[in-house]
């Protein structure tokens, strides 16, 4: 079954290299929390260590938020590791890398290239009840954006914490917020 918006995701064990291990974990490890999960095509390619760089950046803000990021390829552990071990912008990645080599997990989020065994970009916020609220798939030719990610998280935080707002377009922390059948609510 595909991810939908609202609904539960679906709980997957996978294996994930994270600071200089190999772990085997669970999306359930996280419950609780806040997860963003970053689906790239390939290690040891173009656009995906600008990505990965600037999650890496940005990572303690995102743990602010009580949130973890897992960024997931078809790879396997020891592709990520062996990017780690040679690759000065992936050694600062403190995040899990999770290992889809069969495409499992890639299936579920509906990023999947059957054609070429890669994933599309694919981001996914996942709230602590395991609740998918936000995603975007595109085009591998077209980087992300770790600080837009950031802000939509802010606002999913916000909207779960304050039941009966929402938040306008381009909205930071701190802006005006509206309640529907009202006007802009004051700053919060």
């Known amino acids: 079954m595909m991810a939908k918006i609202g609904q539960k995701i679906e709980d997957f064990s996978f294996e994930a290299f994270q600071n200089n291990a190999i772990k085997k974990l669970k999306l359930s490890s996280y419950s609780g929390k806040w997860l963003v999960l970053l689906f790239y095509p390939a290690d040891f390619t173009f656009i995906c260590p600008t990505e990965l760089a600037e999650a890496a950046d940005y990572y303690p803000e995102f743990k602010k ?4 990021i897992i960024s997931v390829s078809t790879d396997t552990v020891f592709v990520h ?5 040679n690759s000065p912008t992936i050694k600062k990645i403190k995040f899990p890398m999770a290992a889809d080599p069969t495409g499992k997990i890639c299936r579920a989020f ?5 054609e070429e065994g890669l994933s599309l970009r694919g981001t996914f916020i996942i709230n602590p009840q395991g609740i998918l609220k936000a995603c ?16 939509k998280l802010q606002a999913a935080v916000f909207v779960n914490k304050n039941k009966g707002l929402v938040c306008p377009a381009s909205w930071e922390p701190g802006k005006k917020t509206l309640k529907p059948g009202l006007n802009l609510v ?3």
């Open 186 to 188: 004051g700053k919060i």
């Open 136 to 151: 975007e798939i595109h085009d591998n030719s077209i980087g992300r954006s770790i600080k837009e990610i950031l802000r």
């Open 81 to 85: 590791k062996a990017w780690h071990d």
């Open 65 to 68: 938020l009580g949130a973890e």
């Open 110 to 114: 509906g990023t999947y290239i059957k």
